[in-house]
């Protein structure tokens, strides 16, 4: 039996995603990922959708809602 997939927003911070069954790109392709990951919530990340910590840099927090382009 295997995990339910969890995803849990870390403070000022990515989701932080736990147990995915799979991703895929838009083209149907997919996306190789580790056990656990973070998707970018502040729009900062250079390697969209996963976060790279550039909400560091951004001083995105969870009062905000992060960059609008």
């Known amino acids: ?6 995803i849990t927003p870390a403070e000022n ?7 995915a069954p799979r991703l895929s790109a ?3 392709t997919d996306i190789a990922t580790p056990p656990e990951f973070g ?3 502040c729009g900062a990340s250079a390697n ?9 840099d951004a001083k995105s927090s969870d009062d905000d809602a992060g960059p609008t382009n």
Do not use: Q, W, Y
Not at 1 to 6: F, I, N, S, V
């Open 1 to 6: 039996m295997t995990d339910l997939p969890k």
């Open 13 to 19: 911070g990515p989701l932080i995603v736990e147990n």
């Open 26 to 28: 838009a083209d149907g």
């Open 39 to 41: 998707l970018c919530r």
């Open 48 to 56: 969209k959708p996963f976060c790279d910590g550039s909400h560091h």
